[in-house]
């Protein structure tokens, strides 16, 4: 079983807005007190966007995002979404949601239970 299942990726024109979707199974929601969103483009590093905590629900954003987009959870559907407006043509990579157990909220490092990423294109 994948420990988180992305989804609700797709094609959007610059402005626009998408709302991503995070599936935890039910052992990476107990194995793990941190939820992050992530996006990567091909040839470059993965890059850190958001995270919220399961419990707390406290958040934070790296500048890249901060303003635009906004991470969620429901706790009771073991979901976690990112909320993405005003979108950009470099916003467009593949996003992924991972999980940890330990660390700092604004910390990258640390994730473990990865899903196998969305797609997202914004075009110009």
């Known amino acids: 079983q994948a420990p988180v299942v992305e989804s609700g990726g797709g094609l959007v024109q610059a402005g626009g807005s998408l709302r991503l979707s995070c599936a935890a199974s039910?052992?990476?929601?107990?194995?793990?007190?941190?939820m992050g969103w992530f996006r990567q483009v091909p040839g470059k590093e993965r890059e850190f966007l958001a995270a919220?905590?399961?419990?707390?629900?406290?958040?934070y954003y790296t500048d890249t995002v901060k303003g635009r987009f906004t991470i969620s959870r429901d706790i009771k559907e073991m979901t976690v979404d990112l909320q993405m407006n005003s979108l950009k043509p470099e916003d467009t990579a593949v996003y992924y949601c991972?999980?940890?157990?330990?660390?700092?909220?604004?910390?990258?490092?640390?994730?473990?239970?990865w899903g196998q990423g969305t797609q997202v294109t914004v075009s110009a």
């Open positions: 991972a999980g940890k157990n330990s660390g700092d909220l604004q910390s990258a490092v640390g994730y473990d239970d």
């Open positions: 039910r052992s990476t929601f107990f194995d793990t007190s941190t």
């Open positions: 919220i905590t399961w419990i707390g629900k406290r958040t």
